[in-house]
């Protein structure tokens, strides 16, 4: 289906093993997610990208833990990426998002998209005043 | 500069002139920014517009106001409208949004950039888990 | 500008001329756009480009002129290109689109790009009566 | 599939029934499509939604149902979203797209995406005869 | 699956069969692509199309096939084209991609997604050592 | 212009000094251009962004400096940022990307998106064959 293959024992290059050990650890879970597993086809390509995962999500910062994956989530939609929409979907769901949030998450990102639209739509030039 | 001419005089439009008021005192502000004034070239797309937005954003609802804005701001920069971006991020900088809260805005949508194009990229398919 | 520079004196090449020539019998106008004047960096790229456009835009076919241009400003707007909206906007009023029909252009692509990321944000699946 | 349930029976909730009541009686089918049933997890975003689908697609305008659902279609294909790209293609041919309409309109979503990257590829300044 | 039906015998049609014979000696296959086998359903399009890939992909040029292969794959990855990242990844591979490369062309697009969208977030402006 | 101020003096901070002095080291070049002079209000933002270009675009890898900065412009001319396509265009240009080469970067950019489009706008189904 993808247009690598995952390896059928990842684990056995320790570069790879590594990550996974700090994903189990880091996330408290045995759930090692697709993009893991076939992001092991390239060891440096899966320490970067999980080290950029980790580092920015997985990390305390200004941001609480829902909000972000709500954001990831937003543009998600908007690049069309299926997978990353239905991993942080869950994953806002799991640090406590409501359906009732899921429902406004949703209607603020098609209210972005209608407006984004009809800016560009019509070139309608950006305020003085939001230029300062 | 943008494809549609904003009326010299948009308020002599009694439909127009009722949702300048509204903006107004909705947001409690004189300014009326040029998504409005252009907008007014149309009073039935001004008015949809207009009521979705209020809608969505300026009422009470589970998410608070500046979460709201950023969010907005993430889809408004994955889908490339540069008068968007201006005018969320002028919003939720208005709502309290710090520097810090900024900088961490613009480092989980260029993650979730980078990671949606990783996974289409890749082609990799969801997991079940993920289907529940 | 531009990241290529446009011919000081692009006539001087006789393919570039014949496109030029042709650009302003079929559209019966002197005005040539800076999408040619630029292209015109390479005249094989110019010739095709051209050879495109006036195969799909400029030729006889079953929709009739509006509606293509009306088409072509929805695509223009989804992808972000302020250039192709504004002249397939201009194009489109050249062919007689009204202001009311600009104001419902823009409603019909402002409202799908709403119902897509809805649809894209939730996964929701086709139905199988979509599918035959 | 969806990162929602949509609910088993629906037409429980008074609000949902609503709603549905308008599809079928709007459209004079009985088919209610998936946007619609999963949608119902959350009534106040059904009821939006649909608002919002009733009062441009289908009321009396100045362009004809046909005409509006290709641009949808349009629209739906520059931002990917499969659903509404299956949806709208299938209200366009009721509405009497034929087949050579249906290639037409591909032909020119195609071009406007092959123009659309040049212009951006090259960003080629937009004519100050185009912005007036 | 598609809106379009591929037809049963789509070589009974001489415009068809002359484009699949040119598609099979251009490429020293006899396998022929889902692209080619739906678009069959119009002839003038599928033997636009045909001619445009032919044109850029299968000509001898200044860029050799594998890097316009990789590409390919790059601008068809940010446009969420999963059949277009399948059928442009396996023609690299079969022009000698190495997964070594696939891995480092994974790591440049989702660094320019990354970089791409902190650009647009942030609005900044181009710097005018890049405009001459 | 941007939602964020570049600092006046960003070179008092010591991080973003020794960011914008390993900019200089790494190109052998005084220009630092404003992606990192903006950047510079978030330090930390900086930092990580400054690391994972150069890791990707200035070290020695299996593709060469040009195709990288190519494969880059690609993306970014997909994703519509108009800093990127100017600033990656020069870097092309800088690693001796002739005026051919751009077009014909250019022309399967423009390509790529056309048979994007088609697909995404017919749903065609993936080839089995494509899928191993």
């Given at each position: 289906m993808a247009t690598v293959s995952a390896p059928?024992?990842?684990?056995?290059d320790p570069r790879v093993k590594a990550v996974f050990d700090d994903i189990r650890q880091t996330r408290n879970t045995d759930f090692i997610g697709n993009i893991w597993r076939y992001l092991a086809f390239d060891p440096a390509l899966l320490e970067r990208t999980w080290q950029d995962v980790k580092a920015v999500m997985a990390t305390e910062s200004v941001l609480d833990a829902k909000t972000k994956e709500m954001i990831y989530v937003a543009v998600s939609t908007a690049n069309a990426c299926g997978y990353c929409v239905h991993s942080h979907t869950a994953a806002a769901k799991a640090q406590g998002m409501t359906d009732a949030e899921h429902a406004e998450l949703i209607q603020i990102i098609s209210l972005a998209a209608r407006t984004n639209h009809i800016l560009t739509g019509l070139q309608i030039p950006v305020d003085e005043q939001l230029q300062a």
């Amino acid at each position: 289906m993808a247009t690598v293959s995952a390896p059928q024992t990842p684990e056995n290059d320790p570069r790879v093993k590594a990550v996974f050990d700090d994903i189990r650890q880091t996330r408290n879970t045995d759930f090692i997610g697709n993009i893991w597993r076939y992001l092991a086809f390239d060891p440096a390509l899966l320490e970067r990208t999980w080290q950029d995962v980790k580092a920015v999500m997985a990390t305390e910062s200004v941001l609480d833990a829902k909000t972000k994956e709500m954001i990831y989530v937003a543009v998600s939609t908007a690049n069309a990426c299926g997978y990353c929409v239905h991993s942080h979907t869950a994953a806002a769901k799991a640090q406590g998002m409501t359906d009732a949030e899921h429902a406004e998450l949703i209607q603020i990102i098609s209210l972005a998209a209608r407006t984004n639209h009809i800016l560009t739509g019509l070139q309608i030039p950006v305020d003085e005043q939001l230029q300062a």
